[in-house]
Every structure is written in structure tokens, then in C-alpha cells.
């Protein structure tokens, strides 16, 4: 029972700083201006980690590398974490560990980008003004605009998002299998 709550809390916590981590790297992609309250508490919880090894590992053009390694570093840890709170030895995981450690990674990614459309469709209907719906437009804009180029609009509704759902719940299901199989080829 130990290690279930112990692993759930883990994972919990791992999950939303690797996805501060990547939502770091992906303001600055989409070139999200530093100063609305999201951009400000994302830098609150990250510059702890990020600043320091920025000093290491520079950003090119509008890649946040710093923040990409800074996610992974973190799977990495979460993965020792979890492994030794399940009573196994870490090192027993390595080397497919990196492996399961950069699947995590995109996991949290497209958690991160399933979250931040569904927080879009929600305030299109509640709340369309809010500060926070320009935000989640920005972001989400360089996925649903191809997939709106695609699909027009049905009866005046957008269904873009609910195809970037479907394409984002295949790409987990994708990941579940190769994290599963990267995990029984290292035991």
C-alpha cells in the first residue's frame, strides 16, 4: 500500500513539473509573451532548475533546450524514484531506462498539449474573453490550424479540437505500448 501511495504521489508531482518544464520550452516556440501571469508563474516554478543549467546547455533560435534537457533530467529521476520505491534497483534499468525516461517525457508533452486544448474548448464556451483563453490560443494554434485547414467547420462548431484529442489519445495509447515494451525488454 506504501508503494502505491508512494508511487502516485511521485507521479503526480513528476508529471506537473516536467510539464512546467515543457510548457517553458513551448512559450518560447510559440513565442508567448514573458509577462501575462502564466508566462510569470511558469518561470516562478522553473527558474530554480532552468537558470543554472542555462549556463551549460544554451538556447538555439526558438528551441528552449535548456528547459527540454530540464524535463528529461527530471524523468530520469522519477524513474530512479519510482523504481526504488518499488523496492528494485534503479541500475537494473539502465540503459532502456533513458529510453523509458524520453517516452516519459513525451508523455507529459502530450498530456501537457491534451490539457491546454481541452482548457480551450472549455473557456470558448464559458468564458471566450478570458485572459486565459489568448493563452491557450496561442499555444494551441501551431496543432489546430492545420487540422482546422483540413476540416471545416461543421454546422458553425470547430471540431478541430476534438480530432486533436482522438490524434493525442492514439499517440498515448502509441507510448503506453513502446514505455511497456522498453520495460519488459530491460527486466
Known sequence: ??????????????????????????????RLPPFNPVSHGVYQL??????????????VRNVDWTSIVAAYLIAVLYLVLVVSAAGGSPLGLFPQGLLIALLTVCKWGLSLLLWTTLLLAVLSWVNPRSPAMQVAMQLTAPFLNPIRRAIPLIGGMDMSPLVLFLIIQVLLIVLAKLTFSATMFSL
Do not use: C, E, Q
Open 1 to 30: 500500500m506504501f508503494g502505491d501511495v508512494a508511487s502516485f504521489l511521485l507521479d503526480t508531482l513528476f508529471s506537473l513539473f516536467g510539464a512546467v518544464l515543457l510548457l517553458r520550452a513551448w512559450m518560447l516556440a510559440v
Open 46 to 59: 522553473s527558474n530554480w532548475l532552468v537558470l543554472p543549467l542555462r549556463k551549460i546547455i544554451p538556447n
